[in-house]
């Protein structure tokens, strides 16, 4: 379960005097676990940084924040890297490490929870041939198209069966095909009790997916249904 | 539940192998190493230096004793010249260990001796000979010193057994007794001269404290530098939900690694220049020069507690490396919600 109350967020300014505005404003609404929401608004509404509350990144600077029964906002610091191992996140900018091969990279979350290297090596082997990446388990991001490269960050994020997922234009690389395999995927797992929330700017997919939607203008939340 | 962690030991996550490089951290660690070896060695040796000096000359003291060969007595005569007649000392009475003359009727040296040997806190009175005496004069008088017939007084080497001995009571029972006897305490040069050592000692301390302190800051501006490189890639580990803990175990385990290195190679740069140094301070610290030429026995001369600071180095450096590292990317780390 994901709640919002009242919730603002101001990023801390940096190097200037005074507050710095605040991007999102008064946000209240509640998300029951398993279900899909869209994240619809124009650039600039505050989707990234609602996105941002959800998966930790940024604390909120008012109001209550619950994520999957955990209030974020009186919780030690202590406790959020184990409530983060229950979230995945799809990055509109992928954030793979460039180091680390397409294996690597998606087992990362599984080996930072400190999974046995067998279970991570099957786990990861199966993922990455369901996202149609068998044959480049060991290429680095550098050598994957944008698409693959998006493929893998999809794969990560989903690897560790998240409670919670994120994703913040995950089908902006993808062709037709792979984006509805993406779809089906998330369905699927929202299905299986996964909250999953997507943010994106592709009304066509929208369509083809109907689902409720949060709506965001000017960082208010102007509608949920 | 607590799980364990079973990843490859390899897997380098936050691409700290090139991030912390093994060039130059290695490198400052092991100047750092050397500079402590170095201020270890001095310590040691200071220390070392003090004991024996207290132990040695602390506890000493020598009588002179002007015509020695007078008769003893109480009436002190003339202190400037000894008489024309006066016997030649006889060479036997050289090596008399504490001689008990005849008391107040045997020569002035018997008496000496004598009350000497009779005077409690005093371990053993032993006269110089002729030829040790030559010695000494040799520096001033040349090797020809025994031939000039002088009026030398006898010189005898005193050894406390108790260092509280009042010296004082003594000096004035001499006199006393054997009027023009000079009582000469080492006791003040051995007490600046333990000074000097001690203050060797607390400034090699001192350096050394300094030594640690500026490992410790390479270590850290090396960890902080490391932290910036990879910013990105500890958002996205701490993101998928790493604790503090795991990120700076990374960058500890790496620290360390480095440390332990340059601490292995500041101690073996600096073995050979301890060994010369060992070998230029043996005579003064009660030990000898290897008679052996060779590797193995100027490696045997090296002092114990110098062998003991040059193995723990490594491991010195590898715990400077550890806690380093580890509190300057928890400190980091907690800018991050």
């Known amino acids: 379960m994901v709640r919002f109350e009242g919730v603002g967020l101001r990023y801390r300014a940096i190097g200037r005097a005074g507050r710095s505005p605040e991007v999102l404003h008064d946000i209240s609404f509640t998300l029951p676990d398993g279900v899909f929401r869209w994240l619809l608004g124009p650039s600039g509404a505050g989707k990234t940084s609602l996105l941002r509350l959800m998966y930790l990144a940024v604390a909120p600077s008012r109001g209550h924040l619950t994520v999957l029964g955990t209030d974020v906002s009186a919780a030690p610091r202590r406790a959020l890297p184990r409530l983060r191992r229950r979230i995945g996140v799809v990055f509109q900018d992928f954030r793979l490490l460039p180091h680390l091969s397409a294996f690597d990279n998606v087992a990362l979350p599984l080996r930072i929870s400190g999974r046995p290297e067998g279970q991570v090596r099957a786990d990861v082997t199966e993922m990455l041939r369901w996202v149609g990446l068998a044959k480049r388990i060991e290429a680095y991001p550098s050598q994957l198209s944008g698409g693959e490269q998006q493929r893998v960050a999809i794969a990560r994020a989903v690897i560790a069966r998240p409670s919670l997922l994120v994703a913040d234009e995950p089908t902006g690389n993808l062709d037709d095909a792979q984006a509805e395999r993406l779809m089906q995927l998330l369905h699927e797992m929202s299905r299986l009790g996964t909250t999953v929330v997507v943010a994106t700017h592709n009304d066509r997919l929208v369509a083809r997916h109907p689902a409720p939607a949060l709506l965001l203008e000017h960082g208010r939340l102007t509608g949920h249904h | ?337």
């Open chain 2, 1 to 337: 539940m607590t799980s364990v962690s079973l990843r490859p030991s390899g897997f380098d996550e936050l691409g700290l192998r090139r991030a912390l490089s093994d060039r130059l951290l290695p490198f400052l660690v092991a100047a750092m190493a050397f500079l402590a070896a170095l201020a270890l060695a001095g310590w040691v040796g200071a220390a070392s230096l003090a004991r024996e000096w207290q132990a040695g000359s602390g506890s000493s003291l020598t009588v002179q004793v002007p015509r020695p060969g007078d008769p003893a007595q109480r009436d002190s005569g003339p202190k400037d010249a000894p008489p024309k007649d006066a016997p030649p000392r006889d060479a036997s009475e050289g090596d008399s260990d504490k001689a008990s003359g005849s008391a107040a009727g045997g020569t002035r040296i018997e008496r000496t001796l004598s009350l000497l040997a009779g005077t409690p806190g005093i371990d053993t009175a032993r006269r110089l000979s002729d030829a040790q005496l030559t010695d000494l004069l040799r520096p001033w008088l040349g090797a020809g010193a025994g031939r000039l017939d002088l009026p030398l007084p006898a010189v005898v080497a005193v050894r406390l057994s108790d260092p509280a001995t009042d010296l004082d009571a003594l000096a004035r029972r001499l006199s006393a007794e054997v009027p023009g006897v000079l009582v000469e305490s080492h006791g003040t040069w051995v007490g600046r001269l333990t000074a000097l050592a001690r203050s060797l000692q607390a400034c090699a301390g001192l350096a050394l404290l300094l030594v640690v302190g500026v490992a410790a800051a390479v270590v850290a501006v090396a960890t902080r530098s490391g932290l910036s490189a990879r910013r990105a890639a500890i958002e996205i580990v701490h993101g998928l939900g790493a604790t503090d803990g795991y990120i700076a175990g990374r960058f500890a385990a790496r620290a360390t690694l480095l440390a332990t290195i340059g601490g292995a190679a500041g101690a073996l740069l600096a073995l050979p220049v301890l060994v010369a140094l060992a070998g230029l301070a043996a005579p003064f610290a009660g030990g000898s020069v290897p008679a052996e030429q060779g590797v193995i026995a100027f490696l045997a001369a090296l002092p114990t507690p110098i062998w003991a600071s040059l193995v723990a180095l490594p491991a010195g450096a590898a715990a400077i490396g550890f806690v380093t590292a580890q509190g300057t990317v928890r400190r980091w780390l907690r800018r991050m919600p």
